[in-house]
């Protein structure tokens, strides 16, 4: 016969994992669509689906941790994200010190036309994080 698993631990019910129905969701993007979706900002155009950055429709060459990087930061828009949030969700368990930080984020600045001082893009609250400042489409 048929064993009654009620009680036993780490049974779950099998409503709490069915499998999402978007016509139950009206318009409201699943949040992995969302994720993908291209993030537009002055001459630049981020497209995380292509890992691309476009500025007036050419690519921009960078390494993919500062995609990465200027992909959270941007998806994030208006956002204080903290140095230990960036390290935590873009790096997850691999360790990587401040200044390989600090170096990526110099990169991404580069990339979208910043630098220390013009902080248009990505700007630093000091002590706390970064912050996407820019405004998106």
């Given at each position: 016969g048929s064993r009654d698993l009620k009680g036993v631990a780490g049974v779950r019910d099998l409503v709490d994992v069915a499998p999402r129905?978007?016509?139950?969701?009206?318009?409201?993007?699943?949040p992995d669509e969302r994720a993908?979706?291209?993030?537009?900002?002055?001459?630049?155009?981020?497209?995380?689906?292509?890992?691309e950055l476009r500025r007036k429709g050419t690519?921009?060459?960078?390494?993919?941790?500062?995609?990465?990087?200027?992909?959270?930061?941007?998806q994030r828009a208006?956002?204080?994200?903290?140095?230990?949030?960036?390290?935590?969700?873009?790096?997850?368990?691999?360790f990587v010190s401040e200044s390989s930080l600090s170096s990526r984020i110099r990169s991404a600045r580069v990339a979208v036309g910043d630098d220390g001082k013009r902080q248009a893009v990505i700007k630093t609250?000091?002590?706390?994080?970064?912050?996407?400042?820019?405004?998106?489409?």
């Open positions: 129905d978007p016509a139950r969701e009206g318009d409201v993007p699943h993908d979706a291209v993030i537009r900002f002055g001459e630049f155009e981020l497209d995380p689906a292509a890992f690519e921009v060459e960078m390494e993919p941790q500062v995609f990465d990087v200027l992909r959270y930061l941007a208006g956002d204080l994200v903290t140095k230990e949030q960036l390290l935590d969700d873009v790096w997850g368990d691999r609250v000091h002590g706390r994080g970064f912050r996407f400042v820019a405004d998106v489409d």
